[in-house]
Nanobody, 114 residues
């Protein structure tokens, strides 16, 4: 599985941004997908997840502001982010998991600053 993120950039506080992750491979629908992020000097953390069974979960810090979605036909998972805060600044990574196998994208930088 190969994952390619896009959509990062510079945005002002309160602004919005949509990240996309395109996956290769023929069995996207069985993958559990997620977005993680890593801020400078901090550990990578889970932002939002979307299981193959349709369940979603979010970090408390982004609940109500971020929405994860997936399109199995297009093999894509998106992260819609609104009301962005400076503390959302990080490299955002797309993640795919199946049983014990995990795959990562190269990351896309999101900077929230005025």
């Amino acid at each position: 599985v190969q994952l390619v993120e896009s959509g990062g950039g510079l945005v002002q506080p309160g602004g919005s941004l949509r990240l996309s992750c395109a996956a290769s491979g023929s069995r996207f629908s069985i993958l559990d997908m997620a977005w993680y992020r890593q801020a400078p000097g901090k550990e990578r953390e889970l932002v939002a997840g979307f299981t193959s069974g349709g369940r979603t979960n979010y970090a408390d810090s982004v609940k109500g502001r971020f929405t994860i979605s997936r399109d199995n036909a297009k093999k894509m998972v998106d992260l819609q982010m609104i009301s962005l805060k400076p503390e959302d600044t990080a490299v955002y990574y797309c993640n795919a998991r199946f049983v014990t196998n995990a795959y990562w994208g190269q990351g896309t930088l999101v900077t929230v600053s005025s």
